[in-house]
């Protein structure tokens, strides 16, 4: 049950951050998805420990959780496009 809330919220927070960097209109929801999972793990790898939350992908959706695994979507979309286009957009 886990693993199917944290696809939803990790669409969620990819399709956010697709949102806030523009490039909605130029990706689908598979990307978003990606982008939100992986931004997640990344964010609960590196930004969760440095604010003091828990990770998402342990299955705590607070507040800290979400704004940091948001964090970590708009990160590795700034990457993405940075080599997709050559410009973080």
């Known amino acids: 049950m886990t693993f199917i809330l944290i696809i939803i919220v990790g669409g969620i927070l990819g399709w956010l951050a697709?949102?806030?960097?523009?490039?909605?209109?130029?990706?689908?929801i598979f990307l978003n998805i990606v982008v939100g999972i992986v931004g997640?793990?990344?964010?609960?790898?590196?930004?969760?420990?440095?604010?003091?939350?828990?990770p998402i992908t342990s299955g705590s959706f607070d507040i800290m959780s979400l704004v940091a695994s948001f964090i970590g979507a708009l990160v590795l979309l700034a990457i993405v496009n940075l080599f997709r286009r050559g410009s973080v957009r």
């Open 18 to 28: 697709s949102i806030v960097m523009r490039t909605d209109a130029s990706q689908g």
């Open 40 to 54: 997640a793990l990344l964010a609960g790898f590196l930004i969760t420990p440095l604010i003091g939350g828990a």
